[in-house]
């Protein structure tokens, strides 16, 4: 018998589906709190109008300002850095954002973590305060990384989707927001518009593109990317960070990304060793530099011109310069763990 016209369709009709921030973990005013002091966000910001009243997160006025200075001190305060899978008995990297919470804010162990971890705390944080905030991904570009140096370098090109970005709407204007990518990343909240050129950290500069990327096989509008270019002089060309779309990524999303990111030979998580963190002018009011250990080197830079720079010839040198210079305590087990790994020091 043919179905009744009045029966109902076996697929839900998308408006019956929850669509709700509730659905997503949100930490407690107790911990934005513990996290505002952590960072040492200035008392005027933690008692901003949006911590009484949400939905002035969407204001230029009130939600721009607490933004940037959210996302200045968590630079500047949370280390860019890949550890676990180096320094961990389990070499897992975790993306439960209260465990996150825990490792970042309350251990006391200096500890941050990577693109997904960084953002997935920083994002919930946004949407704890009311923001609205997506998150989505984005093809980091070799351009950017160490291969880029080897003499039988090809590209530049895009790896598959590895990157966590989110995308802050202030007075219906997008804002591109990542702290996890490091001193080639955005140092303030970015506007989604094509062409434009900011100051990232002096001389740097970026700016986003609005293009189809090389690899894509249709140059159809609606496959065109945003493109974070950077370049270190106004008269360096400008060199590819990464591309991301405005598509929103779900946390399952996130898992399959991060099991690759965190586990496959292939990616450069594996077997490089990265720390990094910001640093801010004397009145805290913008990024100045950056503290950053890779593989066997440390390098203090402010304004790009290197202030110290420390070579380490041991596995001992490196634990001790990630603590001495990145406040980054690693226990005795975590230590011992780098053993027998290609990133080891020998």
């Not at 060793?273 to 950056?290: F, H, N, T, W």
């Not at 950053?292 to 041991?314: A, D, N, P, S, Y």
Request: hydrophobic share 35%; with cysteine.
């Amino acid at each position: 018998m043919a179905p009744s016209e009045n029966a109902p369709s076996p697929l839900a009709d998308s408006s019956e589906v929850p669509h709700s921030r509730s659905t997503r973990v949100l930490y407690s005013k107790e911990q934005l709190q513990a996290y505002f002091e952590f960072i040492g966000l200035p008392e005027s910001l933690q008692s901003s109008p949006v911590m009484d009243k949400p939905e002035h997160s969407l204001s230029k006025e009130h939600g721009l300002p607490l933004l940037a200075a959210l996302m200045r001190h968590h630079i500047a305060t949370i280390p860019f850095e890949n550890l676990s899978i180096h320094y961990s008995p389990h070499h897992d990297m975790t993306l439960d954002t209260q465990e996150l919470f825990s490792n970042m804010v309350e251990s006391g162990n200096g500890r941050g973590g990577y693109c997904m971890q960084m953002n997935s705390v920083f994002g919930t944080v946004l949407r704890s305060l009311g923001f609205e905030i997506m998150s989505g991904a984005a093809r980091v570009n070799t351009a950017c990384q160490a291969v880029a140096m080897s003499p039988s370098y090809t590209g530049p090109n895009y790896n598959g989707w590895d990157h966590m970005v989110n995308i802050v709407t202030i007075s219906k204007q997008r804002y591109l927001v990542d702290v996890g990518i490091g001193a080639y990343g955005p140092m303030v909240p970015l506007p989604l518009v094509s062409g434009v050129t900011t100051v990232s950290i002096t001389p740097r500069s970026i700016r986003l593109v609005n293009a189809c990327i090389p690899e894509h096989t249709s140059s159809h509008a609606s496959n065109a990317m945003w493109q974070l270019e950077v370049r270190n002089q106004d008269t360096d060309a400008w060199s590819i960070t990464y591309a991301f779309s405005e598509i929103e990524f779900l946390p399952e999303d996130y898992e399959m990304m991060n099991w690759y990111t965190s586990t496959n030979r292939r990616s450069f998580w594996t077997h490089q060793v990265l720390a990094m963190k910001m640093v801010l002018s004397d009145d805290q009011q913008e990024v100045v530099g950056d503290i950053t250990l890779f593989q066997r080197g440390l390098r203090r830079r402010i304004h790009g011109k290197v202030e110290i720079e420390v070579e380490c010839g041991t596995e001992k040198e490196r634990v001790e310069a990630l603590q001495k210079y990145l406040g980054i305590k690693l226990s005795p087990a975590e230590q011992r763990a780098i053993k027998g790994m290609a990133s080891e020091i020998l």
